[in-house]
């Protein structure tokens, strides 16, 4: 299985500001995603994001909020753009094997004041 | 569209009790499940997987759940919890007919006591 990392492991931000939260996999991935997990609640997925094309945001979530890079088969960035305490999430990326499994990241623990 | 329901937010239950955790979905179109598990604090794991073949499959640690198609059912079941066992459950789904996204449940959280 595919071991992810999540840089920052936490954040406090003050309203108005950006985050932007990287997320580094072992090997290389074709599809990578992000997932919002707001307190005490599931997970939502805000985008697909593959290597070499834009990201595919879900209904809800829209690019100049949540953009996305993904640069190379390993990597890929979710920023969280002018933050509200609406904000305060824990932001999870994801992998697929290719085996229909997903695979996740420790999070990033969001906090906006 | 796919949707997944887990009636139950909270499962309180002593140690060594027997436990099963519900998860009913909808889909139009055959589907793979998940249970996936989140300790306090920490990333989601998967625990076990139902793609194709046997509908009773098995986690290393003892819990099993069984695909029902004919209900709609993917319970998680455990014959004797653990203090450990303490974390949220969160039953998932998506298509078979190529890679789609994960549709989650709302998550169930297990409380095991002594």
Redesign the interface.
């Known amino acids: 299985s595919a071991v992810i990392s999540q840089k920052p492991s936490r954040d406090i931000c003050q309203r108005g500001t950006s985050l932007t939260i990287q997320c580094q996999v072992d090997s290389q991935v074709t599809m990578m995603f992000w997932y919002r997990q707001q307190p005490g609640q599931s997970l939502t997925l805000i985008a697909t994001a593959n290597q070499g094309s834009e990201a595919t945001y879900e209904s809800g979530f829209v690019i100049d909020k949540f953009p996305i890079s993904r640069p190379n088969l390993t990597f890929s960035t979710l920023t969280v753009s002018n933050m509200s305490p609406e904000d305060s999430s824990i932001y999870l990326c994801s992998v697929e094997d290719g085996g229909y499994e997903q695979y996740f990241g420790p999070g990033t623990r969001l906090t906006v004041t | 569209a796919q949707s997944v329901t887990q009636l139950d937010s909270q499962v309180p239950v002593f140690e060594e009790a027997p436990v099963e955790l519900r998860c009913n979905y909808s889909s139009s179109v055959s589907v ?1 499940l ?1 249970w ?1 598990v989140q300790y306090p604090n ?5 625990l076990l ?1 139902y ?1 194709s073949g046997s509908t009773l499959v098995e986690s290393i640690n003892g819990f099993e759940a069984e695909f029902n198609k004919s209900q709609t059912s993917f319970h998680l079941r455990k014959p004797s919890v653990h203090i450990s066992d303490t974390a949220e459950y ?1 039953c998932a789904v ?1 298509m ?1 007919t190529g ?1 789609q ?2 549709v ?4 169930t959280r297990l409380l095991v006591s002594p």
């Open positions: 793979y998940f996936y920490q990333g989601l794991q998967l997987k793609l969160f998506t078979n890679f996204k994960l989650f449940g709302t998550g």
